[in-house]
């Protein structure tokens, strides 16, 4: 098995090329689900306090503001303000 190479991004520790993942998410704004464009949530604007004032995102890296990952646990849907990865709506049709 390969061995895991880690960068350090913005003072943290992560697995190599995940900064490019992040930046990538950056670009992705809205998510369409069943035709609907929705608005990302960024991370430290959910409903739920995820501590962003004090760390990043837990799952993803992310800093305060930018969005998340696209597939990481902590975001949140912008149509029902669940969790998005197990939230009861369609999932994105795409990403805008």
């Known amino acids: 098995m390969a061995e895991r ?7 943290v520790r992560m697995v190599e ?3 490019e993942r ?11 689900i069943e035709g ?3 608005p990302r949530i960024p991370f430290g604007s959910e ?7 004090a760390h990043p995102c837990t799952d993803c890296r ?9 597939s990481c646990d902590g975001e949140e849907c912008p ?3 669940g969790q ?3 939230c009861d709506c369609p999932k994105p049709d795409d990403a805008d």
């Open 5 to 11: 190479r880690f960068v350090e991004y913005r003072g």
């Open 17 to 19: 090329g995940w900064p």
């Open 22 to 32: 992040i930046q990538a998410a950056q670009r992705v704004t809205h998510l369409s």
């Open 36 to 38: 609907t464009s929705y």
């Open 47 to 53: 409903q739920d306090d995820w501590g962003a004032d």
């Open 62 to 70: 992310v800093a305060k503001g930018e969005f998340h990952v696209l």
């Open 79 to 81: 149509r029902c303000h």
């Open 84 to 86: 998005l990865l197990t």
